[in-house]
């Protein structure tokens, strides 16, 4: 696709359970980064990707949130035994070389409620 | 950490120029200047980028001072269509992603 495709688009899920939320980045874009924004709030850096290797974790909450990408392309965030205060929308963004510079390309973003 | 303060909201009229300022005092010297929009149920979208002195594209300005603790994104007359949030980050996006902060965005509101 032409842009940056996350999948599913919104995500209702009980207490405890854990869920995986999808991110295809741009073809070609080797920075992958995922950012969380609550409800009327900025965002909040999770996740940065160059290639398959995650050179920056920070702001993983907890060790209940973890992230893969394999072959330098989709981008797996799982989130095991999900709280309550984990609802919230995950945007995946992807950017051409992961420099100091350059425009991110946000997916619109996977809203999850936790119940 | 080069923490952002933007004015929480704005509100303007169409055909006006509107100034959105964002503060870092602290910012690093391999930081870069972005400004991105977003509109609600969407991801937030490029707008601008700089480093010093003055940017222009075809849709907006960015001005920073020669200390660089500040920016101030232009848009010249505005439309209704520009209601949305706009966000200032800071950082280096390859050296420091998790330090580069978004601001808590600006909600400009466009009054016919």
């Known amino acids: 696709g032409a842009g940056v495709s996350q999948s599913p688009s919104n995500k209702v899920t009980e207490k405890g359970k854990d869920v995986e939320l999808r991110c295809d980045p741009i073809s070609g874009h080797t920075a992958l980064y995922w950012y969380r924004q609550s409800l009327g709030q900025g965002l909040e850096f999770l996740i940065y990707f160059q290639g398959n290797s995650a050179p920056d974790k920070s702001g993983l909450p907890s060790d209940r949130f973890s992230a893969e990408r394999t072959g330098g392309s989709v981008s797996t965030l799982t989130i095991q035994r999900t709280q309550q205060e984990d609802s919230a929308v995950y945007l995946c963004?992807?950017?051409?070389?992961?420099?100091?510079?350059?425009?991110?390309?946000f997916g619109e973003g996977s809203r999850l409620t936790v119940l | 950490l080069a923490k952002t303060t933007q004015p929480i909201s704005m509100d303007s009229y169409e055909g006006q120029e509107v100034n959105i300022t964002c503060s870092h005092n602290n910012i690093a010297t391999n930081d870069y200047i972005t400004w991105y929009q977003q509109f609600p149920s969407q991801g937030p979208r490029f707008i601008i980028q700089g480093y010093k002195t003055k940017v222009t594209n075809e849709v907006a300005s960015l001005f920073i001072p020669a200390d660089r603790k500040s920016s101030t994104l232009s848009l010249p007359r505005v439309s209704l269509s520009d209601t949305a949030v706009y966000y200032c980050?800071?950082?280096?996006?390859?050296?420091?992603?998790?330090?580069?902060?978004f601001g808590d965005g600006t909600t400009l509101t466009v009054k016919p």
């Open positions: 980050l800071v950082g280096d996006m390859a050296a420091n992603a998790g330090k580069s902060t």
């Open positions: 963004a992807s950017s051409l070389a992961g420099g100091s510079t350059g425009e991110l390309f």
